[in-house]
Each structure stands twice: as C-alpha cells, then as structure tokens.
C-alpha cells in the first residue's frame, strides 16, 4: 500500500501500469485511485478502465452515468475499446440515467436479444461503432452491423451490414458468426445456403450466445440445412431457455405443458412461460392467462387468467385485450363491469384483432361504446375488406346496409355481400334476402333461392327458414312442402321460434301436409315460450277452443294478453270473444 500511495505521486503512466497490475490481483479497491490519477491527466486507456470499474462495481460504487461518462471520455480519445462498449450500451438504451436499468454485461453479448430496451440510441451506437469497426475491432464491426441492420429506415444499409458481418464472423467474433447467419439466412435460397447459416450459428452457439442457440433449436425442428430432429430442437430451446431466452422459454415450457418430445410436466412448463411473461415477453403472459381460463393440465382459475391476460393486455397483446374484455363482461374472474370489457375489446380492436372488432361492433349496436366507435368500427372493417378478408367485407355490408358508421347504400352492400358469400354463410344468406326483396339489386327468387340453400346447407337457420317458405309458396322454384317442412324442423332444433311457428302452422292442415293439432299446438307452444307474438296468438286460441284436445281459458287469455302486447291486433277481438258473457257467445 505504501509503494501504492508512492507510485500515486509519480506520473500518469506509472500509475496506469500499477492499477493494471492491481485489477490482474483483484485488488480493485487500491486500483481505482491509481487509475483515475491517469484518467485525469487524459490516458485514454485509464479512462476506459475507470468506466468499466464504475459499470462493474470494481473497487467503487456501481453507477451507470459516471461509467458513461468516462467511456465518452476515452472513446473521444479514440480508444477503440471504449468505442465499441460505448456502442453497445448505446444499442441497450443505457447510457443515461434512467431508472430501472441493471448495470451490464457490457459488450455486444445481449444483442439480438428480445429482451433488450426499447429505447436504443442507434444514431450514438453508429458514431462509436464505426470507428471502431474501421480500426478493426471484431464486436465493434457486429455492433455496426446491427446497427444498419435493425437501425432507423433512414440508417438501414443491409449489403453493407452484410459486409461488416462478415468481417466479424471471419474474425472469430460470436457475435459476427449470430449477425452474418442472420444476414445470409435473409438471402439463403437453397440447402447450401441453408447449411452456410447453420455452421455459422453452431460457431456462436459454442460462444453459448442464447439467441444463437434458440435459433439453432428453430432450424433443428424444422430441418433446415440440417436433418430434423424435433427431439433435439427441444433439447436447444432448453439451454436457451435456462440462459435466459424468452422465446426460448416460451416454447420449452409449452413442451413440458404438452409432453412434446419430453416428460409431461405441466407445472414446470407453467413455470416457464411465467418466467417469460414476467420478463415481458407479451405471448407468454396471454400463454399462461389462456392456461387457467380453460380445462387443462391446470385448474381453471379465472381471477389468475385476469391478472396474467391484464399484464400481456397492458403490453399490447390484442389477444389478451379481447380476453380480459370478455371477462369483464361476463364478471368471470373480476368485477362485472361493461365500461372496462368494452374498454379492452377496443383496445384489442384497435391492434388489429379482427374477432375483437366484431364483439365491439356487437356491443355498440347494443348501445355500449363511445360515439366515434361507429365511424372507427366501419374503417376497420373497409381496409381488412379491400385486403381481401372476406368476413370483413360481410361486416362492411351490414354497415352499409345499416347506415352505421357509413352513409347508407344498398347497392354497395349488396356488392360486398356477393363478394363475400362465396365463403361466408351469412353473407350468402343476407346476399339472398336482398335478392329476393330487390334491395341495392335486380330482384331475382331463383338467385335468392340457389344463396339461401348455400346458407341453409351450412346450417344457417335464418337460411333454412326463408328457403323453407319459399318452398312452401313455390318461389323461386317449384314448391316441396315436404322438403320445407324438414328444413323448418332444422331450424327449430337452434331454437328458431319463426320455424317453430311455421311447423305449427304446416301442422295445422293444408299444403298436404295432415293435420295434426296436438303437434301444432307443441309447436306454437315452443315459438310462444321464445316470444314470437303470432304463436302465442295461436296457441292463445288453440287452448280457448280445445281444438288440440286442452282447452284451458285461463291460459288462453295469458298468452292472447302477451300477443296484443306485442303489437297483435287480431288477439284483441279474441280477448274479447274470450271474457264475454256465455250468453253473448
């Protein structure tokens, strides 16, 4: 210590040497003084030295910005390793002084992570890793290849990152080989290309770089440039995974969840996909929140759903965002709350989630929502329809048809249903119905007959309903009441009250069909339980007659009572006839 305090009043140079011989014994404590005596007096090589003391926590307390600080120094000096650590952290977003930030592993190791910062600084990493790279620093030329790579559109020079990347690689940087097996697997075309990308991962994967080993285990499982071999892919998302690779863990945990080339272990893969969620990683969250809302490996737990569904939603998962919506909506597993479901489900709709475009769109018509909803609803639905979504381009024509969100045009409605109906079901059927009332077309029964079969086979029960009367009427076609009836029978059996209704009637007699008036009074009796006024009309007269075998007054006058209510005027004179005096009759 004394020769230490002795060398401390001797020159820059001589102080310098002595701390580097102290940092090679550890004794990093008596090192820092010494080298920050050089630092000061402008040595390039202390200054570096005294930065990486500060981002390790060498001999002094860690801090980012004092190391930060000192790196600018020595790279301004033209320090080359100054240079390339400045521009990794640069890449990482932290060379300020902002909260949250572990102090690092300072070199390029963490690039191409999914886990690096969202704030990089790619216009400082550029100014320090160019230079350095031009001096011929292998990581600095990597780093400048990332840099052009996955820079600013403005920043972006793929050829010349190509190049960089391959410097690096040939000079034995594992960083270089990760870059340069990125770069030619953008432009392998064949095996041997393939085979090229491979060798250069297996290079970085012996530098044990996890995203090198991730993506060593996706050409692993799908047998590109080397043999398949899905057993070992598993095996490489494993030791990624326990190096701490997101998608690593993401996909290890599903297979213990699944037992897919390994020993079934459902809480261990649960584990992981935890693990990657509380890392950030968006998909794992929603992973685990879609784990405990179903049956599964796992209990259901709908409140653990929640809060995982919530983390994923809150960063931009849309996925989650419609399945915490759900739940607010239905008050599984939290506060039953329509304001904050349909809060969510925009917020899903808005990243593009079309299921959740539809829910909301449901939802307003329901009257919930905000006024811009429906403008904003039906934007959405236009540009995924000009894209060549077909369902889309059905929820278009409703808008149209609706005036929701549009100004109101039939004859574009029908344009897109058409369009839409080579493959929607209830685009065939409403581009049916508009055929058949001449609505935004010439009218046309034969064309609305042939869409309501195609609808009616997919087992659209509004479709099977107006084939059906059509085929009672003979419309559009030659009339089969016997057909009609068993689509009518179809349709009831989803619960659809007008074929419950038009099966009473058909029961009743006439259109051949024999009449059976217990069967039709079964019949109206199911349509009126579902609120259709013309059956509680019928069966309201069937039990005021007897004419089924029941008559019941009493009865009769409830359900003539809940068809006047609907706006029936026939069942007014019945209630009348009903409540007269038996003299009057």
Known sequence: MFVDRLIGFGSPAACLRRGVQLIEQKKFAAAFPLLTRAAKAGIPEAEYRVARS???????????????????????HGFVEAQTVLAALCLRGMTGTKKGHSLPD?????????????????????????????????????????????????????????????????AGCPQGNLGYALSLARRATDDAGRRQVVAQ??????????????????????????????????????????????????????????????EQDPLAGESWLRRAALAGDAQAATLVGNLYMQSGPLPSNYAEAANWYRRAAEAGDGNAARALGTLHLTGAGVARDRAEGTRWLRASAQAGNQA????????????????EDPNRIAGWFKQAALEGDLVAAFNLAVCLVKGWGLDQNEQKAAQWLRRA?????????????????????????????????????????????????????????????????????????????GAMFALGAMCSGGKNIPADRA???????????????????????????????????????????????????????????????????
């Open 519 to 585: 069967t039709a009074q079964r019949w109206f009796r199911s349509a009126a339980e579902l609120g259709h006024g013309h059956a509680q009309l019928m069966l309201g007269r069937y039990l005021a007659s007897g004419v089924a075998g029941e008559r019941n007054p009493v009865e009769a006058r409830v359900w003539l009572e809940r068809a006047l209510a609907q706006g029936i005027p026939e069942a007014e004179a019945d209630l009348s006839e009903l409540t007269a005096p038996l003299e009057q009759r």
């Open 54 to 76: 500060y981002l390790e926590g060498a001999g002094v307390p860690q801090s980012l910005t004092e190391g930060a600080r000192w790196l600018e120094r020595a790279a301004a």
């Open 201 to 262: 991962l297996h290079r970085a994967t012996a530098a044990e770089l996890p995203t090198a080993i991730y993506l060593l285990g996706v050409l692993t499982e799908h047998g590109a440039g080397l043999a398949a071999d899905p057993k070992l892919a598993v095996q490489h998302y494993r030791h990624a995974a326990e190096k701490g690779h997101r998608s690593a863990q993401v996909r290890w945990g599903l297979a213990l969840i699944e037992g897919r080339h390994v």
């Open 106 to 170: 300072v070199g390029a190791d963490r690039l191409f992570r999914v886990d690096t910062p969202a704030d990089p600084d790619f216009e400082a990493a550029l100014k320090w890793a160019r230079p350095a790279a031009e001096a011929g620093s292998a990581e600095a030329q990597a780093l400048l290849g990332y840099v052009l790579t996955f820079g600013p559109e403005a920043m972006r020079d793929l050829e010349e990152a190509d190049r960089w990347y391959e410097r690096s690689a040939a």
């Open 356 to 371: 959740a475009q539809v829910d909301l769109a449901n939802l307003v018509l329901e009257g919930a929502g905000a006024s």
């Open 421 to 497: 109906a080579d493959s929607v079901p209830d685009a065939q059927y409403m581009y049916g119905r508009m055929l058949a009332e001449g609505r935004g077309v010439i009218p046309d029964l034969q064309g609305a007959r042939t869409w309501y079969s195609r609808a009616a086979d997919a087992d659209v029960p509004d479709a099977q309903v107006a084939l059906a009367e059509m085929m009672v009427n003979g419309r559009g076609g030659p009339a089969n009441p016997t057909a009609a009836k068993k689509l009518f029978e179809k349709a009831a059996t989803q619960r659809h009250s």
